[in-house]
């Protein structure tokens, strides 16, 4: 039986596509994200950061970096806080949406650390408060899936 089983290599080129929308909170996922992934031994010049105005930009944003053939992976940072007109459900969903076809139709591993939350101190919890930094988990996630595809493409 083979397995495979990705691993947190340093060889990678990474892309971090984040919101300007709610910047109290990306701010903190973009920190944990790069944090985390100098800790696994990126470094800044294997990183690039592009900002867009809001979620709802991300991922066409993403679409284009993965489509740019730069990059190993990229990770989608972005925070959409629950109000009191349905424009959440809208935004969320056509993120989380967007962020998948940009994945499947480019073939380049798209993490998604976009935080849907119904307040902003949940959110701020989520970006490295008491819940964690989901900036952190979406960059470790796009590390280990860019290791699993490249080991099943090898494989080919």
């Not at 920190?31 to 800790?39: K, M, N, V």
């Not at 949406?97 to 701020?124: N, R």
Request: glycine residues 10%.
């Amino acid at each position: 039986m083979h397995t495979i089983d990705g691993c947190f290599r340093t060889d990678v080129r990474i892309a971090i596509a984040v919101s300007r929308w709610n910047q109290l909170v990306t701010d903190r996922l973009l920190a944990g994200a790069l944090d985390e992934l100098r800790r696994h031994g990126i470094s800044e010049d294997q990183l690039t950061v592009v900002w867009c105005p809001g979620s709802f930009e991300l991922p066409l944003v993403v679409k284009t970096l993965a489509d740019s053939g730069r990059f190993d992976a990229i990770v989608a940072l972005g925070c959409v806080v629950r109000g009191q007109t349905p424009h959440f459900e809208y935004v969320a969903a056509q993120t989380a949406s967007g962020i998948l076809h940009a994945m499947l139709g480019s073939g380049v591993p798209c993490s998604f650390g976009v935080l849907t939350t119904d307040t902003l101190e949940q959110a701020l919890d989520r970006a490295g408060g008491k819940a964690g930094n989901k900036g952190a988990e979406a960059a470790l996630a796009a590390l280990e899936t860019a290791d699993v595809v490249r080991q099943i493409r090898l494989a080919q």
